[in-house]
């Protein structure tokens, strides 16, 4: 019996709870990514670096909520804080000091960051950062970079997942794709498109749109295709032709902020953007996005200035207590420490399986986020990641899940993301899973 057909035997009730969801909820979702054939687990419980299905198998997570939950799950520090807040009111709809504490600490790590306005999600910090760029600059484009993926809003939902063919462009000048219907053309007329890594490419859509580019909006560390370091010299050369060019530069910290180190890639990498966009590791595993920078583009928001943000739930109390706990008392240099130290050493030992095996895969890493990717060489674009051995991953997805491991988000794109919670004891015994799935994939190609 095959990885896929065991993941079916051992899920009847994930099974059934699908069947259920599916006649009143699109999938039986709640987002697209939660989805894998035939059905996804459905979760009833988790703890530290543990989640249960409704079968009651126990998996070793390394999707850790796409990097958000850097705590680890059902973390004692965060439920407190948030059961304590919650006894005296989730939401105020008016301002509470929380949140100034938590932008506090988040200029303590962002340094860069003069002043913050909170959000609940990465997709509407990207939005409102956007935006702000276009109303401060009074210029509509917009870069990305192809395979970027920076919320679904739609001016930036182009090219996240682009094709491996001809449609794609040139590398040095890659199309903007829409990536839903009921995006209006309109709406990514001024997105334009570069490879990461790649910085002729760069340079030739500022000259051909010069005037015309608001901002460039970049994760200095790609996430969606695996995990892609910035080669040397790269972000340095962002920074030079964006100020040549005058563009503002929005640094997309949504999955790594506050998580590959204290002040996320800006501090990794030494590079100043204009404007820095937050959300996962900040909430504590609530919903609490940010968006922050220099303070003359910040005081352009509204009732300061003419750029509109607004929401109900915004910088609420509730949110602002778990991100304050998780980031002031969860998230010591000691914990950054060893969640490097602890990734190191899973990837290592991918590494050193893969090589044994004679697989044709590679392991990528930056700080606690990494992964084997289905390439024989580590990519520096997506186009490169793009090219992974799909099936091969698949088998690797079934076979892991089949082992009690969740080793990834469940699409090849995702990476494995290590969190205060894990464990030695869970590499080693993960390391040892894997062997077993990658022996066995390999005898069967
Ligand atoms: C780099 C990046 N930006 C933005 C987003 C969107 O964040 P959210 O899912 O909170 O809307 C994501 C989500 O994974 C992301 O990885």
């Not at 999600?121 to 276009?134: D, K, P, Q």
């Not at 790649?198 to 460039?216: D, N």
């Not at 205060?420 to 069967?444: C, F, G, M, P, Y």
Request: aromatic share 8%; with cysteine; glycine share 10%.
């Amino acid at each position: 019996m095959g990885f896929y057909e065991q993941y079916i035997e051992k899920t009847p009730k994930s099974a059934l709870a699908a069947k259920r969801a599916r006649a009143i909820i699109p999938g039986g979702v709640g987002s697209a990514i939660q989805f894998w054939a035939p059905y996804p687990v459905y979760i009833n419980d988790s703890k530290g670096s543990k989640v249960w299905d409704m079968d009651g198998n126990e998996y070793i997570d390394y999707c850790m909520c796409y990097a958000a939950m850097v705590s680890g799950h059902g973390n004692e520090i965060i439920a407190e804080a948030i059961s304590k807040q919650a006894y005296k009111g989730a939401l105020y709809g008016l301002p509470c000091e929380a949140a100034t504490l938590l932008a506090e600490e988040i200029q303590r790590r962002y340094p860069c960051v003069d002043m913050i306005r909170f959000t609940q999600s990465g997709v509407e910090s990207t939005m409102y950062a956007v935006r702000l760029a276009r109303a401060a600059t009074k210029k509509m484009g917009v870069l990305k970079v192809e395979g970027a993926y920076h919320g679904a809003n739609d001016m930036l939902l182009a090219s996240t997942g682009v094709p491996t063919d001809t449609a794609a462009g040139p590398d040095w000048m890659p199309s903007t794709i829409v990536e839903s219907a009921g995006i209006p053309s309109g709406a990514i007329e001024h997105t334009y498109v570069v490879q990461f890594n790649h910085i002729e490419s760069l340079e030739y859509q500022l000259k051909k749109h010069e005037g015309e580019i608001a901002c460039f909006i970049l994760e200095p560390c790609m996430t969606n295709g695996g995990v892609i370091p910035p080669d040397p010299g790269y972000l340095e050369a962002v920074r030079a032709l964006t100020k040549k060019y005058n563009v503002l530069l929005i640094m997309d910290e949504v999955k790594i902020g506050a998580r590959i180190a204290p002040g996320g890639g800006v501090e990794k990498y030494g590079i100043i953007p204009d404007l820095v966009t937050l959300a996962k590791a900040i909430g504590g595993g609530t919903p609490l996005g940010a968006f922050g920078g220099r303070r003359d583009l910040m005081e352009m928001i509204s009732p300061l200035g003419p750029a509109v943000h607004f929401g109900t739930y915004n910088a609420n109390p509730l949110t602002a207590e778990a991100g304050l706990a998780c980031l002031t008392k969860v998230l010591t240099p000691e914990v950054y420490a060893e969640m490097d130290r602890l990734s190191l050493k899973y990837a290592e030992g991918l590494e050193s399986i893969i090589n044994r095996l004679g697989l044709p895969a590679c392991v990528t890493i930056e700080g606690p986020l990494g992964g084997i990717q289905f390439v024989p060489e580590k990519p520096h674009t997506y186009r490169q990641a793009n090219k992974c051995d799909k099936k091969m991953w698949s088998e690797y997805w079934y076979g892991m899940l089949c082992k009690g491991v969740i080793p990834m988000g469940s699409g090849w794109f995702e990476e494995y993301s290590i969190s205060a919670a894990h464990s030695e004891e869970d590499i080693d015994e993960t390391l040892n899973r894997t062997e077993d799935v990658l022996q066995t994939i390999k005898e069967t190609i």
